[in-house]
């Protein structure tokens, strides 16, 4: 594994009217929706250890805590920073942050999991089959 | 306001393949992704607010948190329960849980802003033309 800590990722994108807030159930409110600032923060996280994972591996989100700061307009670009901050074990912890052309406006403390993939899919199946 | 501490909700969802990590960039895991947990956290905590706020206020997210502590695979329900721990002038602050059919799966936060949505929205413009 050639995952060490101190690693940092960062991804560039435009918010669109589909992420708004107004598009997942909170009318007027045309802003960047809190949930997509955790999708693109876990995305950025899950996408930039992926390959320094080994074969087989892949990682899970067991943890988010995020303060959403100001808001974003449609339009406006949004850049998220991920630094690989600790390294527990199969336990990741990230510090992201994400700003937009004006302000940060968001900043997350977010944990993942290493996992195997055949087991946990093994798992999940037992899950499903004994389901009541 | 009559928002009031201890109200809560329910809301229950089925998960699909639409929603599972592996859809949002996670390959390989089909199970129900973390950002559609706390989309589903906020759901509820906004619905909640928003049914006892009068004309022309609204709520935003300000703070959310989730510990994500079990796989729930496509094909299963989930039931998230939202419930006002806080009322503290216009902050409210939302105990979460989600439990799919066999187990609590998630557990969280969410802190919420009463706005007057027309302050809001033209706070926003200003900042879209500055």
Avoid: Y
């Avoid at chain 1, 991804?11 to 802003?31: F, I, K, Q, Y």
């Avoid at chain 1, 950025?44 to 899970?60: D, I, K, R, S, Y």
């Avoid at chain 2, 199970?31 to 009068?54: K, N, Q, Y």
């Amino acid at each position: 594994m050639s995952l060490t800590e101190g690693l940092t990722f960062e991804l560039e994108r435009t918010v669109t009217e589909a992420d708004l807030s107004d598009r997942h159930g909170n009318p007027w409110v045309h802003v960047f929706t809190t949930p997509k600032v955790v999708e693109w923060m876990e995305e950025l996280a899950t996408t930039g250890v992926q390959p320094h994972l080994q074969e087989g591996q892949g990682t899970v989100g067991t943890v988010v805590n995020m303060k959403h700061v100001a808001a974003t307009p449609a339009g406006f670009k949004v850049k998220v920073v991920a630094n690989l901050k600790q390294i527990d074990g199969r336990r990741l912890v990230f510090w992201l942050e994400a700003f937009d052309d004006a302000e940060k406006i968001a900043e997350c403390h977010h944990e993942r999991f290493i996992v195997d993939l055949t087991r946990f899919h093994d798992k999940v199946a037992k899950k499903r089959a004994g389901r009541s | 306001m009559a928002l009031q501490q201890g109200l809560s909700i329910e809301l229950t969802r089925l998960v699909s393949e639409e929603i599972t990590a592996h859809r949002l960039g996670n390959e390989g895991f089909h199970v129900l992704a973390t950002p559609i947990i706390v989309a589903w956290f906020e759901e509820a905590a906004r619905t909640l607010a928003a049914a006892h706020l009068e004309p022309g206020l609204g709520t935003v997210g300000s703070l959310i948190t989730a510990k994500h502590l079990a796989a729930t695979p496509v094909g299963m329900r989930v039931r998230v329960t939202a419930t006002l721990r806080e009322v503290d002038g216009r902050r409210l602050l939302f105990d979460l849980e989600a439990r799919d059919e066999r187990e609590k799966i998630a557990e969280g936060q969410n802190e919420r802003f009463v706005v007057n949505l027309e302050r809001f929205l033209n706070k926003v413009a200003q900042k879209q033309t500055s």
